[in-house]
């Protein structure tokens, strides 16, 4: 730590006063900021005019937190047909900053930002670096894509905010990356965690030891991640990693943050977002605990309130530990869009990361080709062998690796061992899924 540093967890004066609220004054504070929302998104936005409308629901009929439940879904969907700023709530002159997401087919989506907007953004951020263990003063490798990507600049404001030295690396150029940590000294780092997995592949390669680096607390997210590759990552650098979750639709990242100290699932910053979890196929909410889609009602953004926006991500609410009045959500198995359905077996990549890491020899660099000879779904994974695990032992893992598949995702799978270093690096959010069935190509 450095001699500015201010510990926060021990000098509770540091935190934001929302974030140790007790939960009924929470959930007060939720309910006012509910109802303005949802009065500015109908009185301000043509498609929830219609919406709300169409659904039967009027800003009145909110009169408690259980209330929201009534009001429609918002989807991805309703962003691409509003394109470009027709979901913007505000005059464009009060409009400082968009984004977009890229999405791989059709329109991206553009979300909008007011000043105050930017502000709330930088301060939700600096709670999760600062519930992470980063603290002012530290010097900051900020690795997330600067541009229409919200990672980089909604991560930079953040770190700023939160007293940083901000170094503005944006994603890839891994040699400058390994040259700044070196030379500048950073003792925290944020990217994505496959991206920080070819930053250590690549000291490795050059004969630097990523256990000998300032870095000290990694803050990782964008990406699903398991716990495995939290240990990868922890024991080759030496750091603690926490993850950090967001979505451009309902703000960036900093939507929720998690705790060095419990490493027990990101908290969802409530005093700011209303999150739900559905049952993705009936619609219905689910109580506290079941696992379902995620989604979130924005309480106090000004550009674009999102009501209801159904994120895909398939996780679960629990209660608050290290914030307790802001529940934590668990770790995100996928996304509804990201689940392989093989010959009626459902799964997802974080599955096949999780097993392959508890297998000695394997890597935690592996891709998912799905094709279709003979109509027939096949999954093959090509997954690379670590430096020092040699091809005779590797036979053995990739063994191990299919029927450990059978025995706990149910499904068979054809393995390929990759030589180290033969598959493409991630220098930012990693493809993990090739989809040939549809393509022709299989
Ligand atoms: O990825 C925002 C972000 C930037 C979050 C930097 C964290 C760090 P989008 O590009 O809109 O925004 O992608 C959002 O990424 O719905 C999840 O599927 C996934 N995602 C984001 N954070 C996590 C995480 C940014 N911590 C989509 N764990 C989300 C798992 C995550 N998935």
């Given at each position: 730590?450095?001699?500015?540093?201010?510990?926060t967890?021990?000098?509770?004066?540091?935190?934001?006063?929302?974030?140790?609220?007790?939960?009924?004054?929470?959930?007060?504070?939720q309910?006012a900021?509910?109802?303005?929302?949802?009065?500015?998104?109908?009185?301000?936005?043509?498609?929830?005019?219609?919406?709300?409308?169409?659904?039967?629901v009027?800003?009145?009929?909110?009169?408690?937190?259980?209330d929201?439940?009534?009001?429609?879904?918002?989807?991805?969907?309703?962003?691409?047909?509003?394109y470009?700023?027709g979901?913007?709530?505000?005059?464009?002159?009060q409009?400082?900053?968009?984004?977009?997401?890229?999405?791989?087919?059709?329109?991206?989506?553009?979300?909008?930002?007011t000043?105050?907007?930017?502000?709330?953004?930088?301060?939700?951020?600096?709670?999760?670096l600062?519930?992470?263990g980063?603290?002012?003063?530290?010097i900051?490798?900020?690795?997330?894509?600067?541009?229409?990507?919200?990672?980089?600049?909604?991560?930079h404001?953040?770190?700023?905010?939160?007293?940083?030295?901000?170094?503005?690396?944006?994603?890839?150029?891994?040699?400058?990356?390994?040259?700044?940590?070196?030379?500048?000294?950073?003792?925290a780092?944020?990217?994505?965690?496959?991206?920080?997995?070819?930053?250590?592949?690549?000291?490795?390669?050059?004969?630097?030891?990523?256990?000998?680096?300032?870095?000290?607390?990694a803050?990782?997210?964008?990406?699903?991640w398991?716990?495995?590759?939290?240990?990868?990552?922890?024991?080759?650098?030496?750091?603690?990693?926490?993850?950090?979750?967001?979505?451009?639709?309902?703000?960036g990242?900093?939507?929720a943050?998690?705790?060095?100290?419990?490493?027990?699932?990101?908290?969802?910053?409530?005093?700011?977002?209303?999150?739900?979890?559905?049952?993705?196929?009936?619609?219905?909410?689910?109580?506290?605990?079941?696992?379902?889609?995620?989604?979130?009602?924005?309480?106090?953004?000004?550009?674009?309130?999102?009501?209801?926006?159904?994120?895909?991500?398939?996780?679960?609410?629990?209660?608050?530990?290290?914030?307790?009045?802001?529940?934590?959500?668990?770790?995100?198995?996928?996304?509804?869009?990201?689940?392989?359905?093989?010959?009626?077996?459902?799964?997802?990549?974080?599955?096949?990361?999780?097993?392959?890491?508890?297998?000695?020899?394997?890597s935690?660099?592996?891709?998912?080709?799905?094709?279709?000879?003979?109509?027939?779904?096949?999954?093959?994974?090509?997954?690379?062998?670590?430096?020092?695990?040699?091809?005779?032992?590797?036979?053995?893992?990739?063994?191990?690796?299919?029927?450990?598949?059978?025995?706990?995702?149910?499904?068979?799978?054809?393995?390929?061992?990759c030589?180290?270093?033969?598959?493409?690096?991630?220098?930012?959010?990693?493809r993990?899924?090739?989809?040939?069935?549809?393509?022709?190509?299989?």
């Amino acid at each position: 730590m450095t001699a500015t540093a201010t510990d926060t967890t021990t000098n509770p004066e540091g935190l934001d006063r929302e974030e140790t609220i007790s939960r009924d004054e929470l959930e007060a504070l939720q309910l006012a900021r509910l109802q303005q929302t949802v009065r500015s998104a109908y009185e301000n936005v043509p498609l929830y005019t219609r919406k709300f409308d169409e659904a039967g629901v009027h800003p009145d009929d909110l009169k408690e937190l259980e209330d929201l439940r009534k009001f429609p879904y918002t989807t991805k969907a309703d962003l691409r047909e509003a394109y470009p700023f027709g979901m913007f709530a505000v005059p464009m002159n009060q409009v400082v900053r968009v984004h977009a997401s890229s999405g791989t087919t059709g329109r991206p989506t553009v979300v909008g930002y007011t000043r105050q907007d930017i502000d709330t953004w930088a301060t939700m951020v600096a709670r999760c670096l600062r519930l992470s263990g980063v603290r002012p003063g530290d010097i900051l490798q900020n690795s997330y894509g600067y541009g229409l990507f919200t990672g980089g600049l909604g991560a930079h404001y953040g770190a700023e905010k939160l007293g940083c030295t901000v170094v503005p690396m944006s994603g890839g150029q891994t040699e400058k990356q390994i040259q700044m940590i070196q030379d500048f000294e950073p003792r925290a780092i944020l990217c994505t965690p496959t991206y920080l997995l070819t930053i250590m592949d690549a000291m490795r390669t050059k004969g630097i030891d990523p256990r000998s680096t300032s870095l000290k607390v990694a803050v990782l997210g964008a990406e699903p991640w398991t716990a495995e590759m939290r240990r990868e990552l922890e024991a080759g650098f030496d750091i603690d990693a926490c993850d950090i979750y967001g979505l451009s639709e309902v703000m960036g990242p900093g939507v929720a943050g998690e705790s060095n100290e419990t490493k027990d699932g990101a908290h969802i910053w409530e005093d700011h977002f209303r999150p739900e979890i559905i049952d993705p196929f009936t619609d219905d909410v689910l109580a506290d605990g079941e696992h379902g889609e995620l989604v979130f009602t924005s309480l106090t953004k000004q550009a674009l309130p999102i009501i209801r926006y159904r994120t895909r991500d398939l996780t679960r609410l629990l209660p608050g530990t290290a914030r307790p009045s802001h529940r934590r959500m668990g770790r995100i198995t996928g996304r509804s869009d990201d689940m392989i359905i093989l010959r009626g077996v459902n799964m997802f990549p974080s599955q096949i990361e999780e097993i392959a890491l508890r297998i000695p020899g394997l890597s935690p660099h592996f891709q998912l080709h799905l094709t279709r000879p003979n109509r027939m779904d096949q999954l093959t994974v090509k997954i690379e062998r670590r430096d020092d695990c040699t091809v005779e032992d590797a036979r053995t893992a990739a063994a191990e690796l299919g029927r450990q598949m059978k025995i706990h995702i149910g499904s068979t799978a054809t393995i390929e061992i990759c030589d180290p270093g033969s598959l493409e690096r991630s220098s930012g959010k990693l493809r993990r899924i090739y989809d040939l069935r549809e393509t022709g190509q299989a």
